[in-house]
């Protein structure tokens, strides 16, 4: 039976999506309508308007109900597989405000994920439009067809002084912030708002998660600003290492990355702060056969990794040539190591096997010939120079003439 649907995210946290897009947490997965039917976004509608609506009081009450709500269904599909989902730990975070009987309309928000626009510095070869402003430029020149519903006001609504005010008065009491982009270091105005908590005196109350490209680093951020919150985790996004990082996440630089995570591990070793460093690793068709020599980088440098697959058909390990496949896969199996730093204790070499079994449709096969082309032509490299075979050169050869 499916456990009580009950989530205190509606009541307590609210998601800012990078096109200004506002929700109840990052997992729920409809747009929430006002009452003319528009979707609430940060653009047009205030925060208060939002938290107050009939969308939102409507879904509080089903869930006081235990109904169970569609956009809620990927929280559900985990724990029926044992996983935790964010509602069981946001529940189990904010435990004091999952009792019914409490008061809970003051709609205070203690938790706030904001999706800071798509200003990047790097136009990585698995990401888009939503969150990264030169594959939008990229685009223009050479892929024009995937940028036909992209408005670009949208996600500017981090310049909007008003709305970082509007923040201010509802997260008087919050306990934990997320900051992800485009960049979020590249956003001046966040590093105001954490001005804004320390001055408050709550900063070491509050804690704080970033996931950023590693390509941005002074050490100011962790003396002058993370210091003062009570817990501080950065995810360091990197699809690989050398030649790899540099091909997937271009134009990345290795060395300035390298050189920028080992400072914060420096940090994260001092008693200046609480500090967790990981490494996010998105599995797909372009890093896969690297997995193993990051695995040992990020040991050797006491680094965990948390691994991510891709969603995208495009982007699946399973558009490789079949003798590729095997040959990385094996490659995988027989490097395996027990002693890998992992986030996820439970992963091991047969979780890759998945990702390289995928039926994938004949035309996004020819797609992502098509746009892998066109990038490298574009950039003057090429994949298969990062990943060397005869199988692969022909196959994305015949694919891009179709």
């Not at 950065?234 to 996440?249: K, P």
Request: hydrophobic fraction near 35%.
């Amino acid at each position: 039976m499916m456990q009580q649907t009950y989530c205190v995210m509606p009541w307590v946290g609210l998601e800012i999506n990078n096109d200004g897009g506002m929700k109840p947490c990052c997992v729920y997965a409809e747009s929430l309508l006002d009452s003319d039917g528009k979707k609430f976004n940060i653009n047009t509608h205030t925060i208060d308007e939002y938290l107050e609506s009939d969308a939102i009081r409507v879904l509080k009450d089903d869930l006081l109900n235990n109904k169970e709500l569609s956009g809620c269904n990927k929280c559900y599909r985990e724990e029926n597989v044992n996983v935790q989902s964010l509602r069981l730990r946001k529940n189990n975070r904010f435990e004091e405000f999952t009792k019914i009987e409490k008061n809970l309309e003051e709609n205070n928000l203690l938790t706030v994920d904001l999706k800071l626009s798509n200003l990047c510095n790097q136009k990585c070869m698995i990401c888009n439009a939503n969150a990264s402003s030169m594959v939008v430029a990229e685009n223009n020149v050479i892929l024009p067809d995937l940028n036909l519903n992209y408005v670009s006001n949208k996600y500017h609504w981090y310049k909007n002084e008003d709305m970082w005010d509007q923040l201010m008065k509802k997260t008087l009491n919050s306990k934990h912030f997320d900051f992800y982009g485009g960049e979020p270091w590249l956003i001046k105005q966040q590093w105001k708002f954490l001005e804004y908590l320390i001055s408050s005196g709550r900063s070491s109350e509050i804690t704080l998660n970033y996931a950023t490209n590693g390509s941005l680093h002074e050490d100011f951020y962790f003396t002058e600003y993370f210091s003062k919150f009570k817990h501080v985790s950065i995810l360091y996004s990197a699809d690989g290492i050398e030649d790899t990082f540099e091909y997937v996440r271009y134009p990345g630089v290795w060395e300035t990355y390298k050189e920028n995570i080992i400072k914060a591990k420096e940090f994260q070793k001092s008693n200046i702060l609480d500090c967790w460093i990981a490494v996010a690793y998105t599995v797909s068709v372009y890093s896969i056969h690297n997995v193993i020599p990051s695995l040992n980088f990020y040991k050797d440098h006491n680094i965990p990794v948390w691994f991510n697959l891709v969603n995208e058909d495009e982007f699946s390990p399973s558009i490789l040539p079949a003798p590729l496949r095997k040959k990385i896969l094996d490659n995988i199996k027989e490097n395996w190591s027990d002693d890998f730093l992992l986030v996820d204790s439970d992963i091991n070499a047969d979780y890759f096997e998945k990702e390289v079994t995928k039926d994938i449709s004949d035309s996004w096969k020819h797609e992502w010939a098509r746009r892998t082309n066109k990038r490298d032509q574009h950039r003057n490299i090429r994949f298969t120079d990062i990943l060397d075979d005869n199988d692969l050169k022909e196959f994305m050869n015949a694919r891009a003439q179709k």
